[in-house]
């Protein structure tokens, strides 16, 4: 399939609007949770950022999809948009639901829409790649009762349909631009790529409004005994290819920090667990 064509257009789009499902979060079987799921819960450090990042994402996708002039392509956005909200209802619910410590958070709308839904693409599909291995490390510990671990493994699935759609926009985008954008889609992409990394890192470093080392250690290691960097690479490599297989082959997929991962994956093998 020709990329920037109709086809491939209807394709992705036809593909996210028929995945989606409809709900609503106060309507999900939230189970009781004991004294100590509950205790482990409120001492996970990053409830406050993921809430203020979803609460940001659903205005902003919507932002973006009033941008557009392809009415397919609007409408699915629309519906990501509409995804990303209800991610946020979610964990405002569940914080709300189990009493976490968790300030309110109120959207930040970006100057530039399409451009920031951009850079939060390239984000999700760094972020997915791990957050589906860690998502898997954490539900085999049974710390959690699993009804709540089949209330967030809607959001994985949700978050698998949003990189695969993104993925596929941002190539269809640039190829409609014809010319030197359609020729520098890879080169841009690296480049996205490479500001969602640094971005991580500023998170690790606890700027940015992370919480640095409790943001990404603490916080996976409550889950998660003796985890290690080979674990989660693994988990997270299974887990990604578990999570995307289901799509049309005629699909782009996010295939870099797979590669990176396997790569990685080799390299640690030479080092002692």
Excluded at 4 to 25: I, N
Excluded at 206 to 223: N, P, Q, Y
């Amino acid at each position: 399939m020709e990329i920037g064509s109709d086809a491939h257009k209807e394709l992705f789009c036809r593909t996210f609007l028929e995945g989606h499902r409809v709900y609503e979060p106060k309507e999900l079987p939230w189970p009781e949770l004991g004294p100590e799921p509950l205790s482990l819960l409120r001492g996970v450090p990053f409830w406050d950022f993921a809430l203020q990042a979803e609460t940001d994402a659903g205005p902003m996708v919507h932002a973006a999809a009033r941008l557009s002039d392809d009415p397919l392509v609007r409408e699915a956005l629309a519906l990501q948009g509409e995804e990303e909200a209800r991610h946020g209802r979610i964990i405002g619910h569940m914080i709300e639901r189990y009493a976490l410590d968790v300030a309110e958070a109120k959207p930040n709308l970006p100057a530039d829409a399409e451009e920031a839904y951009i850079d939060f693409g390239f984000e999700e599909c760094l972020d997915s790649f791990g957050a589906f291995g860690l998502f898997a490390l954490a539900r085999r510990s049974q710390l959690v009762p699993e009804p709540l671990f089949q209330i967030f493994d809607r959001v994985m699935d949700e978050e698998a349909h949003h990189i695969v759609f993104f993925i596929n926009w941002f190539a269809w985008r640039q190829a409609q631009r014809g010319g030197v954008r359609r020729a520098l889609r890879v080169p841009k992409g690296l480049w996205h790529y490479g500001k969602a990394l640094r971005h991580l890192a500023e998170l690790v470093r606890g700027e940015d409004g992370g919480s640095g080392e409790a943001f990404t250690l603490t916080g996976a290691s409550a889950f998660v005994e003796n985890l290690t960097p080979r674990s989660v690479l693994e988990a997270s490599l299974e887990q990604n290819a578990r999570r995307l297989a289901g799509f049309d082959d005629r699909l782009l997929r996010p295939r870099l920090l797979a590669a990176l991962a396997r790569a990685a994956v080799s390299a640690l093998s030479l080092v002692p667990r």
